[in-house]
């Protein structure tokens, strides 16, 4: 296999023809769309604008304002202040559809969130926030399809994994330079809980930029601070207000290997309760994120992040939460079998098998933090099995590696999920998943010892990371040199397909009747922030087939 | 080449019930024979023929999967659905049996309309078990006879004997299936494909249903379809995919397929199961003493039908502990209240519907003899069916694919649609595709 390395990534420069080929012309300048003849105040509106969790009658939007120099994020400080809304068919704001006043203070770290209803389905829509005559910058959102439309196509954005101290937000800029995507799909690890010095940039650990606070989040202003961080970084502002997102959360919205009561990287005698820790990360993320919790876009009514969207008859979209109900991770052979133990808990998992098994829409997409394709590791020399361990988190077991914070870890609900699939003969199941850092397409055989002859009930595709650290910042090797543990894993696994693990990005998953494809953009060095965007590769499965293959190139 | 028999009418219902042949074919085509009314198109003879030039085929691959038409072995097939509108999402309807589906095809109507539910029932007034081949046994009108009325010839060529069983004397020119394999009681798909050929030469009706049954009935019966390798199916799938092609390539070559539809679907798909996933609900209901000797089970494969045959007084009390027996029996996905508005099924179906886990398959009464075939069908597993619509004429969308969930009950108002057919009193309760 011949794989570029980073040099030759960088050498090729612009001339990356795939990936400039496929990025739309008129590529945005960072930030939002510009409306003629207003001036974004960016001192009041500092993070941004965004979108989210779009249904055919109702978006969610939000910002934050900075009403007075010393209302920083998490300080507790200002006035509580009415913002201004508006939702318009033009850029212009001529045709002001909808708008209404929000009240925002101290108690919500001035964010404004606001479920927008009596939209028209299936179109777009621009909206912007003012503040005292002072104005937000203007972002872009879109409705979804009505329930019963036939839709033809879905085209979604695909990330997860954003360090920012190990790398600048250049996938970021490669979806907002984007005009053909209808929604971004977050998988998880939006942010990180580290302080600078703990997890930065390969394996000499440099922080490309430091986290703010420069301490571990903990409290409630710290996790305010940091999510304030992540959204002053333009590429990702850009990307938000240029598509509405559709966002889950991982592990490190809250801390690192999080579990029901507690986590790897929580030391109770010193950050207190897990679940008081839990429970102020879950309130920045409802303040700062464009998404509904429990089903609305207000503050404290309930945590509740696993949820289901509908694009016609063409896709359903189920977005899981791991973390906040599963099992604490064990690589104990008889306890990951455990049908006590679980990664969904028992009521999201009698939700996502009900998704799973309705009619009303052809293909199952479910937005996965955590990869569920069975992984054993083979025959890897220690180091590089330690090295994989490290990225991944799959864990050497007994000379049998396996996966143990992923579904691997928790077979029982998986099998409760692979039977449900084959009882039914659901079709087009397909698990969209990040986490990991690396970019695979496999296809979920229902039994993996008798695979290929026992068919397979889905297939996955999982997304590479914005900027966390994979294979070869870990090993110190150039991207490519991964190639070898690659192919082992994909001897001892012959149901995965496809897999990257040097390289960072995002991904597009196209969906159509017939098939859905997954194309994978990668960077060329994470630490610019306007590096170049390369198209990888592109693996699709079609319509009933429980399969996976390559495609010809990226979806057009 | 028509056999006129004085009333046809009525021989057929006779022949049908008897199982009798009138006839005869040979491959090769020379002497396939059909049976029809006296003077096509004459059933309702105050309509004159009809001169329109459009054709209608229906051709059913009973118990194709979905994923077949991508298996590399099926490309006719393959190349009919890509460049037609497609239904990647399709689906045979409860219970997802042979004869059920194909009357929702011809009538667009669920079985509490139709009558027939499934291929076995238990005849309360018979007081015994059967297979619903009788053509009393639909009571839904089909455009089998609807279009004969309006003076459109239709034709059938179905490889099954209860298939011809239970459409009896419906349609204009029928062929009774020949030669039969013993035991499966279907003949052949060289043989139906020769006499479907011969219909249009002969006869050209302008709606065709054709019912190809080798795969199906290789399924049934592969010993390595348990394992995956479905040795017997991959070769029957190319087999049939080779003779539909010859079939296109005729209706090219007479001229009709550009005035014509191709309507191409599964009946539903197959399941394998190994020899230790039977279920058997006789013993477990003969051991309640409420149930026992009160209950008749209709074994459909992988659908059980269980009725309850003591007081109606309580029957409610029966079906809460037949349910409850069954969804404890191992490999048993669900036993539904037969009258649960989703499943569409009348009285004949009984009161209990069980459905079976992937893999499984029911032997009632009889654990052992009842059902020894590895592949079934009748539980959700095998729901999915391929679905598509072909053809030159100008409302077929070229390269089209659509995501609505299609449905077997769909045939009927499609093809209906095409003619210009009216909905039957009462509706469709599947919708056109076109």
Redesign the interface.
């Known amino acids: 296999m011949t794989t570029p390395t980073r040099r030759t990534v960088l050498r090729t420069g612009a001339a990356g023809a795939l990936g400039t080929a496929a990025l739309a012309p008129g590529v945005l300048s960072p930030g939002a769309v510009a409306a003629p003849g207003a001036r974004a105040d960016r001192r009041t509106f500092a993070h941004g604008v965004a979108s989210g969790d779009p249904l055919p009658r109702r978006v969610v939007i939000w910002t934050r304002v900075t009403p007075t120099p010393a209302s920083t994020p998490g300080s507790g400080k200002g006035p509580q202040v009415t913002v201004r809304w508006e939702v318009a068919r033009d850029a212009a704001f001529t045709r002001v559809v909808r708008r209404g006043n929000a009240v925002t203070g101290p108690s919500r770290d001035h964010t404004v969130k606001v479920d927008v209803d009596g939209l028209d389905a299936d179109r777009w829509y621009h909206y912007r926030f003012v503040l005292d005559g002072r104005r937000s910058p203007v972002g872009r959102l879109r409705t979804a399809p009505r329930a019963r439309a036939?839709?033809?196509r879905l085209r979604l954005g695909v990330v997860s994994c954003a360090n920012w101290q190990a790398g600048m937000f250049a996938a970021y800029r490669g979806i907002a330079a984007r005009d053909d995507l209808d929604a971004v799909l977050c998988l998880g690890d939006y942010l990180y809980e580290y302080a600078p010095g703990e997890y930065g940039y390969g394996n000499g650990n440099v922080d490309v930029r430091p986290h703010d606070p420069a301490r571990e989040m903990v409290s409630l202003e710290d996790y305010r601070r940091r999510h304030a961080q992540y959204k002053t970084d333009p590429d990702l502002q850009a990307a938000h207000a240029r598509y509405p997102w559709i966002v889950t959360w991982d592990d490190h919205e809250t801390t690192n290997d999080a579990w029901r009561n507690g986590a790897e990287n929580h030391q109770p005698d010193t950050e207190g309760d897990f679940k008081a820790r839990r429970a102020r990360a879950h309130r920045a993320y409802d303040e700062w994120m464009p998404v509904r919790m429990d089903g609305t876009a207000r503050l404290g009514d309930g945590t509740r992040l696993y949820r289901r969207l509908t694009w016609?008859?063409?896709?359903e979209i189920s977005m899981l939460d791991l973390r906040t109900y599963r099992s604490e991770q064990s690589s104990d052979p008889q306890a990951i079998s455990d049908p006590a133990r679980t990664i969904t808990g028992k009521r999201q998992l009698a939700w996502l098998l009900d998704s799973l098994g309705r009619?009303a829409?052809?293909?199952k997409v479910v937005g996965n933090p955590v990869m569920i394709a069975p992984v054993t590791l083979g025959a890897l020399p220690t180091a590089k099995a330690q090295a994989v361990t490290e990225v991944t988190g799959l864990a050497p077991d007994e000379g049998v590696p396996i996966n143990v914070d992923q579904w691997d870890g928790y077979t029982a609900d998986r099998r409760q999920v692979f039977?449900h699939l084959?009882?039914?003969?659901i079709?087009?199941a397909l698990f969209v998943t990040g986490d990991i850092h690396s970019a695979w397409a496999a296809e979920l055989p229902f039994e993996k010892g008798?695979y290929?002859?026992?068919?397979t009930v889905g297939v996955e595709f999982v997304c590479s990371s914005v900027t966390s650290n994979n294979l070869d910042d870990i090993t110190g090797g150039p991207e490519g040199s991964s190639a070898a543990v690659e192919a082992t894993i994909k001897g001892a696994n012959p149901h995965i397909k496809y897999l990257d693990f040097d390289r960072h990005g995002f991904s597009v998953l196209d969906i159509?009747?017939?098939r859905a494809q997954m194309d994978w953009f990668v960077l060329g060095d994470r630490r610019e922030a306007d590096t170049t965007i390369t198209h990888s590769a592109s693996w699709l499965t079609?319509?009933?087939?429980?399969t996976v293959e390559q495609a010809e190139g990226p979806a057009r | 080449m028509t056999a006129g028999h004085v009333d046809q009418r009525v021989a057929g219902l006779a022949e049908a019930r008897a199982g009798r042949r009138t006839l005869l074919g040979a491959a090769g085509g020379a002497g396939v024979l059909f049976s029809t009314a006296l003077g096509a198109g004459t059933a309702g003879a105050a309509v004159p023929a009809a001169r329109t030039r459009k054709r209608a085929y229906v051709v059913v691959i009973d118990g194709c999967?979905?994923?077949e038409i991508?298996s590399g072995l099926t490309p006719n097939l393959q190349r009919l659905r890509d460049e037609g509108l497609?239904h990647?999402?399709a689906?045979s309807l409860p219970v997802m049996e042979t004869i059920p589906n194909h009357t929702m095809m011809m009538s667009g109507m669920r079985p509490d309309r139709t009558g027939v539910p499934a291929n076995s029932v238990f005849d309360r007034e018979l007081g015994e078990v059967r297979t619903l081949d009788r053509p009393s046994d639909l009571r839904a009108p089909t455009l089998l006879e609807r279009l004969d009325r309006r003076g459109l010839r239709t034709g059938t060529v179905l490889s099954k004997e209860y298939l011809y069983g239970i459409f009896g004397t419906r349609a204009t020119y029928r062929w009774e299936p020949a030669p039969i394999v013993p035991v499966a009681e279907y003949a052949p798909d060289e043989f139906t494909m020769t006499a479907a050929r011969e219909m249009v030469t002969a006869h050209d009706p302008h709606l065709m249903f054709v019912n190809l049954g080798d795969i199906d009935r290789f399924g049934h019966s592969d010993l390595s379809g348990p394992?995956?390798?479905e040795l017997l199916r991959r070769t029957a799938l190319a087999n049939t995919d080779r003779l539909v092609g010859g079939f296109v390539d005729l209706l090219r070559e007479e001229g009709h397929w550009e005035h014509a539809i191709m309507v191409v679907l599964a009946d539903h798909?197959m399941?394998f199961s190994f020899p230790d996933r039977v279920i058997s609900l006789t013993a477990p209901l003969e051991a309640d003493p409420m149930l026992a000797g009160q209950v008749a089970i209709a074994d459909n494969g992988g659908a059980d039908l269980l009725y309850w045959l003591g007081p109606a007084r309580r029957r409610d009390e029966a079906v809460r502990r037949m349910r409850a027996i069954a969804e404890e029996t191992d490999g048993v996905?669900e036993a539904l209240d037969r009258r649960k508005a989703s499943l569409r099924l009348g009285p004949e179906a009984g009161d209990v519907v069980v459905h079976c886990?992937?893999?499984w398959r029911f032997s009632d009464p009889d654990p052992v003899t009842s059902n020894p075939i590895p592949g079934n069908h009748g539980h959700?597993?095998?729901?999915?069916i391929p679905f598509f619509i072909s053809g030159g004429h100008p409302s077929v969308p070229r390269r089209t694919?659509?995501?609505?969930?299609a449905t077997t009950a769909d045939v009927a108002p499609t093809v209906g649609q095409f003619f210009g057919l009216p909905a039957p009193r009462g509706g469709y309760d599947g919708r056109s595709r076109l």
């Open positions: 036939a839709v033809r016609g008859k063409l896709a009619r829409s052809q293909w039977d084959r009882d039914l003969n079709d087009d008798t290929p002859l026992s068919g159509t009747p017939v079609r319509a009933s087939s429980g | 999967l979905p994923e991508d497609r990647p999402r689906a394992g995956g390798l798909s399941d996905l886990r992937d893999g959700p597993a095998t729901r999915p694919a659509r995501p609505g969930l």
